[in-house]
């Protein structure tokens, strides 16, 4: 049977809670199972160390800062 591994780039610096890291991971495979019907499967997450990470051209900034909390708020980086 057809092996495949999928690699979500998605960058995680890690997860609040277990719940949340469970609640993450069955959204994951509930979008990818449908594409791997008849297919042995696998999948996995990497946590990313902030040094190793940039969006839009940002790097993110210091966990638990107030720039931090606007990222989330406004759902999208900004210059801080």
Not at 32 to 45: T, Y
Request: net charge negative; glycine share 4%; with cysteine.
């Amino acid at each position: 049977m057809p092996f495949k591994t999928v690699n979500p780039a998605h960058i995680n610096l890690s997860w609040k809670t277990p719940d949340e890291a469970a609640r993450c991971m069955t959204q994951f495979e509930e979008t990818i199972a449908p594409m791997m019907r008849g297919l042995l499967w696998e999948f996995h997450v990497d946590e990313t160390p902030r040094a190793y990470w940039s969006i839009e051209g940002f790097r993110p900034p210091p966990s638990g800062s107030e720039a931090e909390k606007r990222w989330e708020s406004e759902d999208r980086p900004s210059a801080y």
